[in-house]
């Protein structure tokens, strides 16, 4: 990997903030609509140019996805910015659509078990809901993108083989699906499942591009990232200030920072085309906002660089 490109031939890496989607959806007090519109503006000022904002799911189900619609509509469109929504069925696919979404994620468990829970139903039959949305989104300008969750293991079942991930892809790259997320629902990936993933996909579809998703529940989030970076992966999913962990998961805990991630990327030669320091001050506010600490580190720590006066520490004594 090389540290010493200059700025304008430093590779890109392409950031999707999910923070206001996965992040928020398991806080239990509701977070106003208008508080979610200003953490995406706040981010989309500071550089981030694609989000999973929300999610087009059940009110019952996931209830601080009720205003989903609200979100996407009171945000400030602008150039270059893509809006993607997570979406269970068709009726969650027409109701993205009327909300004017740039993307649709869909979702299905390589874990039978993980998906009966997060679905309410078996593989086979989620992967035709899959079929449903794609046919909605037929003659409308958005896009389709397939999330394969517990791609490296699960909670219930433990190891998931690489042939159980391949059969929830190759379900996708039928229904000419071209993007592909894999999710670390419950941060079980290792550098190891990542890499063995990776190759069996790009072997089996190569004309797939990947996203990696991953969340920090045993601290090997960013680990993993040095891998798929390794692996020639740009896409990478995240959430800012550390938010996040599925609820019908047990031990989810949040998904990789984006703050720390741009840090790592930045900090290694590549460019994020976002603004750190701005970014902090968005990570900052959310903190404010949840009411507790949040995982974050560069948040706490600033950037490596960061200058302190003489004066702001005492001095050793005796």
């Given at each position: ?21 996965d992040g928020f959806q398991s806080e239990p007090e509701f977070i ?287």
């Amino acid at each position: 990997m090389d540290f010493t490109a200059t700025h304008a031939t430093r590779p890109k890496v392409a950031i999707t903030e999910v923070g206001t989607r996965d992040g928020f959806q398991s806080e239990p007090e509701f977070i106003a609509t208008q508080t979610k519109v200003q953490v995406i503006d706040a981010l989309v000022a500071a550089g981030v140019r694609a989000f999973e904002a929300t999610s087009f799911v059940s009110p019952r189900a996931v209830p601080q996805m009720a205003d989903a619609h609200d979100v996407i509509a009171q945000v400030a469109r602008r150039d270059g910015v893509n809006l993607a929504a997570l979406v269970p069925n068709a009726r969650g696919a027409e109701r993205a659509i009327g909300a004017n979404v740039d993307e649709m994620v869909c979702f299905v468990s390589a874990s039978e078990t993980h998906n009966r829970k997060n679905l309410n139903a078996p593989i086979e039959p989620s992967l035709r809901h899959v079929a449903d949305i794609v046919a909605v989104a037929n003659g409308h300008p958005v896009t389709v993108r397939g999330a394969v969750a517990c791609a490296f293991g699960c909670p219930f079942e433990g190891e998931v083989p690489v042939d159980a991930v391949l059969r929830v892809v190759d379900g996708y790259a039928k229904l000419g699906i071209t993007r592909l997320t894999l999710g670390d629902t419950t941060g079980m990936a290792t550098p190891p499942t990542v890499a063995r993933a990776v190759a069996a996909i790009r072997t089996r579809f190569p004309q797939l591009e990947i996203t990696l998703h991953f969340h920090n529940t045993r601290g090997a989030g960013l680990a993993n990232v040095m891998v798929g970076l390794d692996l020639g992966i740009r896409r990478y999913e995240s959430s800012i200030a550390g938010l996040g962990g599925c609820p019908f998961a047990p031990g989810a805990t949040g998904n990789i920072c984006t703050e720390d991630l741009v840090y790592l990327l930045e900090e290694s030669g590549f460019d994020t085309g976002i603004d750190l320091e701005a970014l902090i001050a968005v990570a900052r506010q959310v903190e404010t906002i949840i009411g507790r600490p949040l995982p974050g580190q560069v948040m706490k720590a600033g950037s490596r660089l960061r200058r302190y006066g003489t004066d702001s520490v005492r001095s050793a004594t005796g």
